[in-house]
């Protein structure tokens, strides 16, 4: 036998999830396996009428204060981290009845789901798995000899690698179950150190933990020479990561930014009040317009740029038809992604094969907390997600001349979207659709320009001889810190302004909007978004 091998003779099985359990139980006893396990796992084996050991049997122990101890005994531990052929630890195995335990198989009580459900405080805690963890931590230690799985994936992996190598376990293979089980324990720390900073109220925890598992291994990141992979997180948010994909080409890294960028974004439209629309190109949004129906949305949506349309990603908020389902197909669309789809409007998608349609089953509510991060050269930025709504923002007006409604309606529809655009961000509307955006540019007022210029190709685009910038609304997203960006929406034909207010040349600002007859409203929230 090769010195890497390691033949398996005895394992300890103590699993919370119990999925294909009696079988690989009894595949490992078919195999001459002696098993040894705990508490419900151990009746659920005897059960099947298998042949076990309960762990109370070998510790000479019985489970005690509600099976809080049980597997921490030298008998267990001793069992995994002994390492074979060292003389000492043969000798104290020898001297203290210590047998060689060679598999361990264990996964998790379900903290993550129990947080998930928001049970009560001591329901979570008691949830926190103690043994597990300590015992998982010591095979994969001890990987030389002992061979752990944390994974129910994993079990047919460890049979096939026991009939290749004649009941033995490799050295590779115990070498791969070990780094995923320190990445497991990893991320179920994780997950109890976050929820007690919640329950705490600390924004800042002295030590920070993010993990996750793996959905998809990409093929690459957002170029071909960065290497990518997409994880879940233990937050439960309706979007990408619990999408259900109906047909279509594997998503890529930017598939799935973009994607969350656009269902981030038509979240923020209630579904019970309007239909919404939102079309994404490279996590900017290239349109965005609300109607009376899906279809309504998406043709406003679509005249604000239908250059930077095609090839974008389509989010909604309500429950895809054909109608619309026909007109979005009629330009190249990488990916659509609502909350549901009606049977017409799947068939209709399915004639175009690469095109991916996502179904999440809910949109993600744009007022819960949660925690956006960022890495940095040696560093992660952690902060919570800009959850600031505009429908609870007090507005102000500071003009002379107040919003008609329907310019108060508009507003707040592009300070809606403005929360969505990379800064700097200026948003003209118009009648609830957006008109010209212009994103990310070093200077407010170049953003302001560009809105303009786009609300102009819009015109043209559409056959208009007017801009469509002249009689909408202009919305940005922090404050102008002078009046040149204010007064460049002015001559683009802009009536009314919103914005979060709070420059030193605030004063300056509503004088020239007053001059310009401008209506200006002030939110007193800044949305920036790098």
């Known amino acids: 036998m090769s010195s890497d091998l390691r033949p398996l003779t005895r394992a300890l099985l103590s699993v919370s999830d119990k999925t294909g359990l009696i ?64 003389p000492e630890h043969e000798a104290a195995m020898l001297a203290h009845d210590i047998k060689p335990i060679d598999l361990l198989v264990v996964n998790l009580y379900p903290f993550e789901a129990t947080i998930a459900k928001g049970a009560a405080y001591d329901e979570c805690i008691e949830n926190i798995d103690i043994g597990g963890p300590a015992m998982i931590r010591a095979a994969a230690k001890n990987h030389a000899d002992v061979a752990v799985v944390v994974d129910v994936a994993d079990y047919a992996p460890l049979l096939a690698a ?43 925890p002295d030590y920070r933990a993010m993990g996750g598992s793996l959905l998809e291994k990409m093929r690459y990141g957002e170029n071909p020479h960065q290497a990518a992979g997409f994880y879940k997180t233990p937050e439960q948010r309706f979007g990408v990561s619990t999408a259900r994909q109906v047909q279509g080409k594997t ?63 389509v989010a909604l908020n309500r429950k895809l038809d054909a109608a619309a389902a026909a007109e979005i197909v009629k330009i190249f669309t990488e990916v659509i992604i609502a909350p549901d789809a009606d049977d017409e409007a799947i068939a209709l998608i399915g004639a175009k094969k690469n095109l991916r349609l996502l179904l999440t089953g809910g949109l993600p509510d744009p007022r819960s907390a949660g925690l956006t991060l960022r890495t940095v050269a040696g560093g992660l930025l952690v902060q919570g997600r800009d959850n600031a709504v505009v429908d609870d923002m007090e507005l102000k007006v500071v003009t002379r001349r107040a919003p008609s409604a329907q310019e108060l309606a508009d507003l707040t529809f592009a300070f809606r979207i403005c929360k969505h655009v990379k800064s700097n961000a200026i948003v003209y509307a118009k009648q609830g659709a957006t008109v010209g955006i212009g994103a990310g540019q070093m200077s407010r007022v170049d953003s302001s320009r560009i809105a303009a210029w786009k609300a102009a190709e819009a015109a043209k685009a559409a056959g208009l001889s007017e801009s469509l910038a002249n009689g909408a609304v202009v ?41 310009a007859g401008l209506a200006m409203v002030l939110t007193g929230h800044r949305h920036f978004r790098h």
Not at 480 to 490: C, E, I, K
């Open 162 to 204: 026991l009939d290749a190598n004649h009941g033995a376990t490799t050295l590779a293979l115990r070498k791969t179950l070990a780094q995923k089980a320190y990445a497991r324990t990893a991320v179920y720390d994780a997950a109890i150190s976050n929820w007690f900073a919640n329950e705490l109220g600390d924004s800042a």
């Open 251 to 313: 998503l890529s890294y930017n598939n799935v930014n973009d994607t969350d960028a656009a269902f981030e974004c038509v979240a923020e439209f209630d579904p019970s009040r309007t239909a919404a629309v939102a079309i994404i190109k490279h996590a900017n949004p290239c349109g965005v317009a609300e109607g009376a129906s899906l279809l309504e949305a998406y043709e406003k949506a679509l005249r604000c740029d239908p250059v930077s349309a095609f090839g974008g990603i």
């Open 475 to 515: 919305a940005s997203d922090a404050f102008f810190p002078f009046a040149d960006g204010l007064l460049a929406a002015a001559e683009a034909g802009a009536t009314a302004v919103i914005q979060p207010g709070g420059s030193m040349r605030d004063d300056e600002v509503i004088r020239a909007a007053d001059e």
């Open 23 to 86: 079988d690989f139980a009894r595949a490992l006893s078919a195999r001459g396996i002696e098993l040894i396990s705990t508490g419900g796992t151990s009746k659920a084996i005897a059960d099947a009428g298998l042949k076990v050991i309960d762990v109370s049997d070998l510790t000479g122990f019985p489970e005690m204060m509600d099976g809080r101890v049980k597997t921490l005994h030298p008998k267990v531990h001793g069992g995994l981290l002994a390492i074979r052929e060292n």
